[in-house]
């Protein structure tokens, strides 16, 4: 039995990439932050549609760099990690506050490198995969999402060069660069804002949460062994 920690289980893509790692066989480790009720409702639904599996709701606010080794001691196996967790903050970069900064910081990229440092061990007992889910704007860069870009191409940086450095040890690195999404990080959009959006991409509509766990959950196969230190855009067309 596989085990995959999914960091921000409680949010849209998170949530989508959990159901089918359940229907896969695979157990999970939920993990959320503030929305216990999402993950406590799909660990019961899950652990009764899958007894033989396990589902674990997993705490932990990725600011909180003193919390990381009690969360990772009570992993006991891991075979995998979906980054899936984090949000923007949409304004000019002229009024992006350095603790905005930093806040985004810690949860795109420095507590996820921490989380793969800590668990290299458990990873490299047996073949394991990671998968970041960046962004199509850490390829082309978004005004008034300056630091956002500049993280989740960081987050692409991290994939290229961490795949080169475990690769020899069975561990596999990806990213998945989903466009725009049908989730909760897109509610603050007006209507006219979200068909300007549309209107920008070929497939005339946003992703489904499902579409891009698709992708993150084949990447975390078997079938995907020899793809690492790559990035799967899944945009609908929306060129990079
Ligand atoms: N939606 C899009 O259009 C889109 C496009 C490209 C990339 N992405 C990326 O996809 C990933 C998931 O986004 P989503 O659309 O599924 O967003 P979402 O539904 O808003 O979920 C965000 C998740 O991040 C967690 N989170 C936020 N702040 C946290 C913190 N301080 N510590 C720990 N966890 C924290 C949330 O936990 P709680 O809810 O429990 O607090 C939640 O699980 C993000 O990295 C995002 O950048 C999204």
Redesign the pocket.
């Known amino acids: 039995m596989k085990y995959i920690l999914v960091?921000?289980?409680?949010?849209?893509?998170?949530?989508a990439c959990v159901k089918q790692l359940a229907r896969e066989g695979y157990s999970v480790y939920c993990?959320?932050?503030?929305?216990?009720q999402?993950?406590d409702t799909l660990v019961a639904e899950l652990s009764c549609q899958y007894p033989q599996q396990d589902f674990f709701a997993v705490p932990?606010?990725?600011?909180d760099e003193a919390a990381l080794p009690a969360f990772v001691a009570d992993l006991f196996e891991v075979n995998g990690i979906v980054?899936?967790?984090?949000?923007?903050v949409y304004k000019l970069l002229a009024d992006t506050t350095p603790a905005e900064m930093d806040?985004l910081w810690?949860?795109?990229v420095k507590?996820p490198v921490r989380l793969c440092q800590l668990l290299h061990s458990k990873l490299v007992r047996r073949t394991g995969s990671i998968v970041f889910?960046?962004?199509?704007?850490g390829l082309i860069g978004s005004p008034m999402e300056v630091m956002?870009s500049t993280l989740?191409g960081a987050q692409l940086s991290f994939v290229k060069a961490y795949a080169g450095e475990v690769a020899s040890s069975g561990i596999t690195v990806n990213a998945v660069?989903?466009?725009?999404?049908?989730?909760?990080?897109?509610q603050a959009l007006t209507s006219e804002e979200k068909e300007e959006l549309i209107s920008s991409i070929p497939a005339g509509r946003?992703?489904q949460?499902a579409e891009?766990a698709a992708s993150i959950v084949f990447l975390l196969s078997d079938k995907a062994r020899y793809i690492t230190g790559s990035t799967l855009p899944v945009t609908g067309g929306w060129q990079v």
């Open positions: 960091m921000g289980a409680s949010g849209d893509i998170g949530q993990h959320y932050h503030t929305n216990r999402a993950v932990l606010d990725m600011t980054f899936a967790s984090g949000g923007t806040r810690q949860v795109h507590t889910v960046s962004s199509v704007y956002y989740k660069a989903p466009g725009a999404v049908d989730t909760q990080m897109n946003l992703a949460p891009i």
